[in-house]
């Protein structure tokens, strides 16, 4: 049994894939190939936004906004605890303060309270100048955008909505980019919309911050406005304008992606398939089942449970042949490289005590009911 079927995915396709590929190699355009100019204009369209700009992965996705706002050491970057490290280790890279935010029990999102008081700590404190939240789409769910625009409205700040494991979820029919300032999303292979290597992207209603974000991932390139506004004497071609970096997805990535866009709207109806005959096995009889933000659509990413013997649970998975995972077992906050940053031990109650009961379950769109069954039927025989 497999925790996630690429394979199933990628013999849906194969002939598609197959021939995507080869005009690529026999095309020969390999870096930001025409595949990668149709590839945003497609994934822009997918989120109703006007922008979409790809690059070389998920983390580069979420530090190029913080370039393009010039980010600065003692500044804040408001972000959760439980999530994957890269959304938090951006921050310190660039120099600045990651201030870490609890996040909800019943959807592990941001909570919107606990953001608010994080804020109003730093202010009280006088140390750091908040700037930025970055909010997660933890499992594939949206989170709680309109109450988090509105605390960001309120103190000024800029919003990021980190999709790697989101992308293609709604809220109220809405994508997160209609809130935030900005979306960044992951083609690493596992993620809902996944290549078949490192890619990611952002999507943005922001012509300005687009502009800027394709220059950044060029080593800053002149910008058409860069060139409207001033008089180069040499091939602009070859000119930098501001410190950037060399992140891009390569053609061949692009052009497995449109394959798989194609059929994305119909994958994630079959993981929402998945997931409800989940929920229908396990209501009333696991410590916890997922629930998703009332008017959100999720993409499942993942399928978590929360077990009181949740080790003893994984051991009775993986001795029956049943693969599970751990999302998250340390939560950043708790991980060598932020201790600086840590919080007084306890601070963030909700992130710690999901860390000790949280199990992912196979899930993915080719999940047939049989197999199902089986991860069901272990599952709730487990009596430990
Ligand atoms: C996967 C992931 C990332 C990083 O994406 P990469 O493409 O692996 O760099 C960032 N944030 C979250 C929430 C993720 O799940």
Redesign the pocket.
């Given at each position: 049994m497999q925790f996630i079927d690429l394979q199933a995915q990628r013999k849906r396709i194969e002939p598609e894939i197959n021939a995507a590929v080869q005009r690529v190699i026999e095309g020969g355009r390999y870096v930001l190939g025409p595949e990668v100019g149709e590839f945003e204009k497609q994934l822009a369209a997918w989120s109703h936004a006007k922008h979409a700009v790809s690059c070389a992965?998920?983390?580069d996705a979420?530090s190029l906004p913080l370039m393009a706002w010039n980010l600065r050491p003692g500044e804040a970057v408001f972000c959760p605890s439980f999530?994957?490290v890269?959304?938090a280790q951006v921050v310190p890279w660039l120099g600045a303060w990651p201030v870490f935010v609890d996040v909800l029990p019943d959807t592990y999102n941001m909570d919107p309270a606990s953001l608010e008081r994080e804020i109003e700590r730093v202010i009280a404190e006088g140390k750091l100048k908040p700037k930025v939240v970055i909010a997660?789409d933890l499992f594939g769910q949206p989170a709680d955008y309109p109450a988090i625009r509105a605390i960001c409205d309120k103190h000024g700040l800029k919003l990021i909505a980190?999709t790697?494991?989101g992308f293609g979820c709604t809220l109220n029919g809405k994508h997160p980019s209609d809130w935030a300032d900005i979306a960044t999303t992951?083609f690493?292979p596992a993620?809902p919309l996944g290549c078949y290597g490192?890619g990611?992207a952002i999507v943005t209603n922001d012509s300005a911050l687009a502009e800027l974000i394709e220059s950044l991932r060029v080593y800053g390139k002149v910008t058409p406005t860069d060139a409207a506004n001033r008089n180069f004497h040499h091939d602009p071609k070859y000119l930098s304008l501001r410190v950037g970096m060399n992140s891009r997805l390569d053609t061949l990535q692009a052009a497995i992606l449109l394959e798989k866009l194609k059929i994305f709207a119909d994958e994630i109806e079959a993981r929402e398939r998945v997931a409800q005959r989940y929920t229908a096995a396990f209501t009333g009889k696991l410590r916890r089942v997922p629930k998703v933000i009332a008017g959100g659509q999720s993409v499942w990413a993942q399928y978590v449970i929360e077990h009181e013997n949740r080790d003893g649970l994984q051991a009775h998975l993986t001795a029956n042949g049943i693969p599970s995972m751990v999302y998250y077992p340390v939560p950043i906050h708790q991980q060598d490289f932020a201790a600086r940053f840590a919080p007084p031990a306890g601070s963030l109650p909700v992130t710690e005590e999901a860390s000790r009961y949280v199990l992912a379950l196979p899930m993915h769109p080719y999940l047939d009911a049989p197999t199902q069954d089986r991860v069901i039927e272990t599952v709730l025989a487990f009596n430990g």
């Open positions: 992965n998920g983390t979420l999530t994957f890269a959304t997660v980190d790697a494991q992951s690493f993620k490192d990611g």
